[in-house]
């Protein structure tokens, strides 16, 4: 087992009481507390926000950052961290953040968490997972191949035209020659109508996805008497507005579900899809909380597809964030929600390939042809 399937777990567990939060800090051997009102914390978001506004740049993501850091690792939780990862960067760390669905902690940056010398985010051996709580077991995340990926888009009529086939066409080679491990199913234009068929249909086919991915328009709009989330689809001749509840009960019909990719914007917000998917057991979803550029968006959901064969997904965002900052200070943006059980790839590779030359980067693309070549073998 690699580094990264062998990550460590830090759990970050919130108990609010009114204005306060208290973060239960568990580490591998010890447990500590961290408390503070949400005044000063949410002081700290604003002071970032009109920061950022203002045209700040990485000083301030800093600031913030070490401000967040500092106060969940205070004395006695930071030698509760520091025995966790074993005082070395070495040791893989997934640092889990605990809420309950509809908490304000939500809207904290957890992303942004500096130690001091690094983004922890952004570490290709470190993963910041916000985990929403449910009282349901999770669905194992690992699938048998082939992984079935389904990419539907939308940009309707009446809203900003943007460029989708360029991403799309990218994620599909992303996994060229294992066009037998994993399958590809590309859907444009898609209604809401038309996504409830695609689901059933696949549903009574047998052959349900295993990641769904949506590239397209999301916007918070003021329908009805408070706020929601929308997402765009395809209508007659105007966009075709999508609830978070109608697309829910779409995507709940479907068990076999395991990871989603929002690439829209808003869609990972409080009041965006991403909440409720992880509500609804879908163990991870990938999704960007406020507006996002197009191009950034693509970069971001391309490199998670470019590592999801190779390396556990919370470090597929690790890196994707890693990329993006050669650019970009959005690479923050991106959220990543998880509730997924184990820790491994989220293609099950058969007991007699899983040699010690599968954890070899190289050596593990060739196992994985001479499995694409095998499966080719047994459908012919």
């Given amino acids: 087992m690699t580094a990264l399937e062998n990550a460590r777990d830090f759990v970050i567990d919130f108990v609010e009481a009114g204005d306060r939060f208290t973060a239960v800090l568990n580490g591998q051997y010890r447990e500590a507390a961290a408390v503070m009102e949400w005044s000063k914390l949410d002081g700290m978001i604003q002071k970032l926000k009109r920061a950022m506004d203002g045209g700040g740049g990485e000083a301030e993501l800093i600031e913030a950052g070490k401000g967040l850091f500092n106060w969940l690792f205070d004395g006695t939780s930071r030698d509760v961290l520091v025995g966790t990862t074993g005082n070395t960067r070495q040791q893989a760390l997934r640092i889990l953040i605990k809420l309950s669905l509809g908490s304000r902690l939500e809207t904290v940056p957890w992303e942004i968490l500096h ?217 923050s943006q991106p959220v990543l929600i998880s509730r997924r059980r184990d820790k491994g790839l989220i293609l099950r590779v058969p007991p007699n390939l899983r040699t010690r030359e599968f954890y070899d980067t190289e050596a593990r693309e060739r196992l994985l042809e001479a499995l694409a070549t095998r499966l080719d073998m047994e459908e012919s």
Wanted: net charge negative; hydrophobic share 45%.
């Fill in 115 to 331: 130690d001091g010398f690094r983004f922890l985010a952004r570490e290709p051996r470190c993963a910041v997972v916000r985990y929403f709580r449910s009282g349901l077991d999770v669905p194992e995340f690992q699938v048998d191949p082939p992984l079935r990926i389904l990419i539907t888009t939308a940009c309707p009529q009446g809203v900003e035209a943007v460029n989708l086939e360029s991403g799309v066409k990218a994620v599909k080679d992303a996994y060229k020659g294992f066009e037998s491990v994993v399958k590809v199913e590309v859907v444009p234009d898609v209604s809401l109508k038309h996504l409830a068929r695609l689901w059933s249909d696949a549903e009574k086919q047998g052959r349900p996805p295993h990641i769904w991915h949506h590239w397209g328009h999301g916007h918070v709009s003021n329908i009805g008497e408070s706020p929601r989330f929308v997402l765009l689809l395809e209508g007659e001749g105007e966009a075709g507005l999508a609830t978070v509840d109608q697309i829910s009960e779409v995507v709940g019909t479907c068990p076999d579900l395991r990871m989603v990719i929002l690439t829209v914007c808003h869609g990972s917000s409080s009041l965006g899809l991403a909440p409720e998917l992880a509500r609804l057991n879908v163990p991870v979803v990938v999704g960007f909380p406020e507006k996002v550029a197009v191009d950034l968006a693509e970069s971001f959901s391309v490199e998670v597809h470019r590592s999801l064969l190779k390396i556990p997904v919370e470090f597929a965002v690790s890196h994707a964030r890693r990329a993006l900052r050669i650019r970009d200070l959005d690479w």
